[in-house]
């Protein structure tokens, strides 16, 4: 799906890709200090990822991209007033997990973190939007879902793909598929993506078929994730998706992955079943789903041997 008129100026965008480019284009060295193994909090999550250091799906290749990805921090929410930051309640805040030092962004320079800092909270201000349009389709009042999202788990992906070779030469390690990141689904509820001219971002149907979601544009990529499929009983699929860049370009593209709080719950809504209808899915902890889906990729990890550098 597709949104546009979405109220982000374009240069926006341009500004936040440019600076993006920029930072992983400089020397592999300088990006290092953000490297997520840095992490306090979020080790292995939050931080800068070298390419080929991460096995997204074991069926496919290792993936071959570069990653700057960081965990929703309060402080850059433009809905909250400084003052909110004191009085976040102790049951929310244990779940609030970004780096108290403020890695990554302290090990990046300003002409990189400014424009994407400012892209992040546009976004927020859009999220929360098209959180509200989703509640009404779903049956609930126009604000029923919006205390889910006081402080939400909005975490952010900027990927910077290589060109890898033609697809009749793509051929990885073992034989399997080439990939520029391996198929998967999204944790959470839904995935606003932004992705420049190049193209590369595949999408899996229900007959199994990939097919290409090109980019047009002046719009964002809306993917729904795992929360949505769960609190929809699967009437909103999770979708599948990956990256194959075979432009023979570098491609960038940023991912702002839009969840319910960590310390919420998600079960499925009432007002989605027909009558008769028995929920598919149990009741989880929003906070245990993401521990499990990670501990998920890292259990991948361990069984084929990868190492993150």
Known sequence: MYISHHGIPLSLFQTAQNASLDWFRSPLES???ANTNNSLNNKGVVGYRPRQTQHINPWESVDVRESFSWRYDPAYDPLHAPSDLENIPAEVKKYITHDEDGFPWSKTPGEFSGPVIELYQAILKLGRELVRVFALALGLEE???DGRFTFPDVGVAVNYYPP???RDEEVGEGGKEKVSIGSHTDFQLFTLLYQDSVGGLQVLNAEGQWLNARPVEGTLVVNFGDYMQRITNGKWMSTVHRVVNTSGRERLSMAFFWGFGLHERCGVLDSVLEEGEEKKYDEVGCW?????RIEMMREVKR???DVTA
């Open 31 to 33: 990006k290092l200090p």
């Open 143 to 145: 604000g029923g879902l």
């Open 164 to 166: 890898i070779a033609p």
């Open 288 to 292: 245990e789903w993401v521990q499990r």
């Open 303 to 305: 069984e084929l041997g």
